[in-house]
């Protein structure tokens, strides 16, 4: 007892000595915004893995308050307990990471989804991995737990949110602008379904969804272009800096 008394108080004197922290179980529910009450029902209904014991005291982790975040971020887009304990079920017996799609309400996917150990993320976005930005990822439905690793739903995704940040674009910018991006691809994919929908015969939408991608692709690529000639035409149209006058 005394090696852990000893231990605490490293952690106390400095936060980032041990990355492996540990939450009691009211320590656990406040950094998850939740009561001790809701922490013991997730745990009675599975949806928490067995924390470490000592004794009678229950020792939980970060992952265990990942996985709280993902409920929570899950439960805000509508997703009920019983669902999120088919899909925490699902991976915790193996299933294959490729249905995450279908378990999270988003259907099957052509993007490839990504397993990462907590630091492998934390190396993809260095010192960008904040409690902050780790919510709106699971909110968006970004990211979301498997034991002790984290699942990426897009390898695409990932490469061009961390290249962006290796630019030197503050992450949590990178996902607000993903935020706003969804939207527009969202009705970017009804326009193109029910044009399809409306003159072709079923099924036929899934079977042309590459050429709705190539469109996009290219009309982004031609509005880029525009809008990078506007700037340099108002750039060279701007009158030079008159010089001040010199003062009396």
């Known amino acids: 007892m005394a090696d852990k008394e000893a231990q605490e108080a490293d952690q106390a004197a400095d936060p980032a000595a041990d990355p492996a922290r540990e939450y009691r179980t009211e320590e656990l529910a406040e950094a998850a915004g939740i009561t001790v009450r809701t922490l013991r029902f997730y745990r009675e209904r599975k949806l928490l893995p067995p924390p470490r014991r000592e004794g009678r005291i229950a020792w939980y982790d970060d992952h265990h308050l990942a996985r709280l975040r993902t409920i929570a971020a899950l439960l805000e887009r509508g997703h009920t307990l019983g669902g999120i304990a088919e899909l925490t079920a699902a991976f915790e017996n193996g299933r294959d990471v490729s249905q995450l799609g279908e378990l999270l309400g988003i259907g099957w996917s052509q993007e490839t989804p990504v397993r990462l150990t907590p630091q492998a993320l934390a190396d993809y976005f260095e010192g960008e991995v904040t409690p902050e930005n780790l919510a709106a990822s699971l909110d968006l439905g970004y990211l979301a737990t498997d034991g002790d690793e984290i699942v990426h739903v897009s390898r695409n995704l990932l490469d061009v949110s961390s290249a962006l940040v290796r ?37 036929a939408a899934e079977r042309l969804r590459p050429l709705a991608k190539s469109v996009v692709e290219a009309e982004l690529t031609m509005a880029m272009d525009r809008l990078m000639a506007d700037r340099e035409r108002r750039g060279a149209r701007a009158p030079a800096a008159q010089p001040s006058a010199p003062s009396s």
């Open 167 to 203: 630019e030197g674009i503050p992450l949590a910018a990178v996902l607000e602008t993903g935020r706003r991006v969804r939207a527009h691809a969202d009705d970017l994919a009804a326009l193109f379904t029910e044009l399809m929908e409306a003159h072709l015969p079923e099924g």
